[in-house]
């Protein structure tokens, strides 16, 4: 049973940052991509940021790029959100994926895809 689970979310200030992890188990974690996505207040569930099961390919959302960074470690099975620069228009909550990412349109989605329970992040002005 695949299980990701979301930590490190909260309230922050515009301008701070914060570091998101997902922890995944019952996959072989390496063989497949990872993927952010987040849900705002009233919004439909949008692409955040995507890294490639190696670790060397990463996509980024345009409202993102620049302020977040996306990393694994795949000897300890998690995937990382670093985000700098918050902004109020941010907040959401976050939920994190493995599956296959699929481009589309300038955009990201995801394929076979299992999904954590979402963790929220809220920046305040």
């Known amino acids: 049973q695949v299980q990701l689970v979301e930590s490190g979310g909260g309230l922050v200030q515009a301008g701070g940052s914060l570091r998101l992890s997902c922890a995944a188990s019952g996959r072989t974690f390496s063989s497949y991509d990872m993927g952010w996505f987040r849900q705002g207040p009233g919004k439909e569930r949008e692409f955040v940021a995507g890294?490639?099961?190696?670790?060397?390919?990463?996509y980024y959302a345009d409202s993102v790029k620049g302020r977040f960074s996306i990393s694994r470690d795949n000897a300890k099975n998690t995937v990382y959100l670093q985000m700098n620069s918050l902004k109020p228009e941010d907040t959401a909550v976050y939920y994190c994926?493995?599956?296959?990412?699929?481009?589309?349109?300038?955009?990201?989605?995801?394929?076979?895809?299992?999904w954590g329970q979402g963790i929220q992040v809220t920046v305040s002005s």
């Open positions: 890294i490639s099961g190696s670790g060397i390919a990463t």
């Open positions: 994926a493995t599956g296959y990412l699929i481009s589309n349109s300038g955009s990201y989605s995801l394929s076979s895809a299992y």
